[in-house]
């Protein structure tokens, strides 16, 4: 980026510019996606037959355009910054396999895009090998609003809310199911200009312009105190859990804030904010953590007490040096139950939960609790290297799924 470009503190800890041409664009794109009818009205063979129209016309362009050297096929480069840990830990596991596995770049850039030899056949595949370039997903799981409507159908414990284009209604809105509140964008990630615990009016104009900024369309819901906790499923099976923990630090007794910091940021794990081949990162400063450290009444030369924690963020982002404790062994069953019926309601081989909870040990009946979001390319690199408990290879029970799928 520049060094005189300014950016936008909304996407912090990300240094998006102000112009957020493609945020803007996923979300227009989002909402015209849909003005069409839902695949899942559909019948099972016509649905087929898109799949099949879909995936040969991808197939044929990406073929011209690795022939016209616009995209490459490159092999695993670990020590590349540029090359994301998510995509690392798949194609270990390839290579682990013998199963022959590209990483597409286009114009020097990697993307999300592979080629993959099975059956004697190239074909091409977006994040896990089971999601073939140009196939079809019967159910955006990743708009916000329509897993939200999926579970209230369900009764499954969900945030109430609802999308809005208008200011005025939202206002209404929540005024009618009271505050606290959240509001964030319909179709977004990495939590860019999303505000939690919105606890007045002047509140909730002040974040509905700060979500309007990159998205026309936005969710209010309501604010549910808890944990923020990812559990994985592959193939409509659990498989993984873990507490995301925003980026902290635990006193000592003598060291200052600072040293504590460079103690923490020294773990074999965390790699520097820009480099992505990381499963964990070193905890990113920026003017938030300031602000939240002057709130405290502290600085970066102050000494905490013993056992002392206090957060330099607000977000559980991986990039911004959040923690990550498993704790695949400690959830109720009731909840893995949960997670594998929502997972076959979205008829999608792996899916990543954001759930919020007060205590992942028990069931999801007997506490205040609700599934935020969905992710169809989930962050599976967190479970893989937990700065706290068991490594968790997400990685092996997506090909043991692809495996068992192509027999």
């Known amino acids: 980026m520049p060094k005189n470009k300014k950016v936008c503190p909304y996407c912090d800890p990300y240094g998006s510019g102000i112009e957020h041409f493609a945020e803007k664009f996923d979300g227009f794109s989002s ?122 159908a369900n009764n499954f414990p969900y945030a109430e809310g609802k999308s809005f ?61 808890g944990d923020v906790y990812r559990i994985t499923v592959v193939g409509n099976h659990f498989v993984a859990c873990c507490l995301r923990e925003a980026p902290n630090v635990i006193g000592d007794g003598t060291s200052t804030i600072k040293e504590l910091i460079e103690i923490k940021n020294t773990h074999p794990y965390r790699g ?58 400690e959830i109720h069953p009731e909840n893995v139950s949960l997670f594998e019926k929502v997972a076959q309601l979205c008829k999608i081989d792996l899916i990543g939960f954001d759930f919020l909870c007060q205590d992942i040990s028990r069931p999801h009946y007997a506490q205040k609790c609700a599934i935020i979001e969905a992710n169809s390319l989930p962050s599976i690199e967190m479970h893989h290297f937990p700065s706290t408990g068991e490594k968790q290879d997400i990685a092996k029970h997506i090909f043991d799924h692809y495996e068992k799928a192509v027999k």
């Open 31 to 152: 909402f015209f996606d849909r003005l069409f009818p839902p695949v899942g009205m559909l019948t099972d063979r016509f649905i087929g037959f898109l799949n099949l129209v879909s995936i040969l016309i991808f197939n044929f362009y990406l073929r011209i355009l690795i022939t016209l050297h616009v995209m490459k096929e490159v092999d695993l480069a670990e020590t590349d910054p540029e090359m994301h840990m998510k995509y690392i830990v798949i194609m270990r596991e390839a290579k682990h396999r013998n199963i022959p596995v590209k990483i597409i770049k286009i114009l020097g850039r990697y993307t999300s895009f592979f080629s993959i030899y099975a059956g004697g056949k190239k074909k091409f595949f977006q994040g896990a090998p089971f999601y073939e370039m140009g196939k079809i997903l019967e159910i955006d799981c990743d708009d916000k609003y329509k897993l939200k409507q999926i579970l209230k």
């Open 165 to 225: 284009w208008s200011q005025k209604k939202a206002t209404l809105y929540a005024e009618k199911i009271g505050f606290p509140l959240v509001v964030k964008p319909r179709s977004s990630s990495l939590s860019r200009h999303i505000t939690c615990n919105i606890k007045s009016k002047d509140e909730l104009q002040e974040a509905i312009r700060i979500v309007k900024i990159i998205s026309p369309e936005f969710v209010v819901e309501k604010h549910v105190e």
């Open 272 to 329: 520097e904010f820009s480099s992505k081949n990381f499963g964990l990162h070193k905890i990113h400063l920026t003017p938030l953590t300031d602000r939240l450290l002057s709130e405290q009444n502290l600085k970066f030369s102050s000494k905490l007490k013993k056992n002392q924690k206090i957060y330099l963020h607000n977000k559980v982002i991986l990039s911004c040096g959040a923690d990550i404790h498993d704790r695949t062994g």
